[in-house]
């Protein structure tokens, strides 16, 4: 199926979505791989400046009814763990999967918590509050832990990634810490700048 048969298939609000996010300019040629309703979709842009999305490291570990699972490993229609609105722990099928290349001079930031949980994720990726990770300090409260350390480092693996559960928040958790989707169209389509 081509790229263009497939928007057209698409919920008009998921295709508008789709099309935001396609749409910016990569510093690099760039694939991103969105993966909607089981099928692929492939989306190659070439062009001046970096609106790369935010995302997670390959190591991730989404938590899902089944246990953990790589991010990289979820697929639409799989049953994660996400946030309801009155802040309850629900199961919802994942709506979107992306995979986005990232240069072998991409950095994330090393998130960790005194409670042992710690996790790679780009800086400008939104936690559930939408505070991106790089603004958030040693010292301070997070997720029912304090936060021992947030530095930047370097990332080669190559690819990143992101999902988007069903349900009212786009909230999942990763590595135990519960973050918001860089996937959301609650963001009205601004896809925050990478770190």
Known sequence: M???????EVNPDRREFIEKVTKG??????????MMLNQKLNLTTANA????PPCLS??????????????????????????DKEGGKVIEPVELVSKASVSRRHTVCRLVLD??????????????SGLEVERLNPGEKFDGAEIQSVEKVSYEAGF?????????????????ILLGSTLSPDSNGKIRKAA
Request: net charge negative.
């Open 2 to 8: 081509s790229d263009k048969k497939f928007l057209e």
């Open 25 to 34: 300019a990569f510093i690099i040629p760039t694939v991103i791989s969105v």
């Open 49 to 52: 400046q970096s609106n790369l």
């Open 58 to 83: 390959f190591a991730a570990l989404i938590s899902t009814p089944h246990g953990d699972i790589p991010v990289g490993d979820l697929k639409p229609g799989m049953p994660v763990y996400t946030m």
């Open 115 to 128: 409670d042992g949980r710690e996790l790679l994720v780009s800086g400008g990726h939104p936690t559930s």
């Open 160 to 176: 990143t990634y992101d999902l988007l559960p069903a349900g009212e928040t786009g909230c999942y958790w990763a590595n135990g």
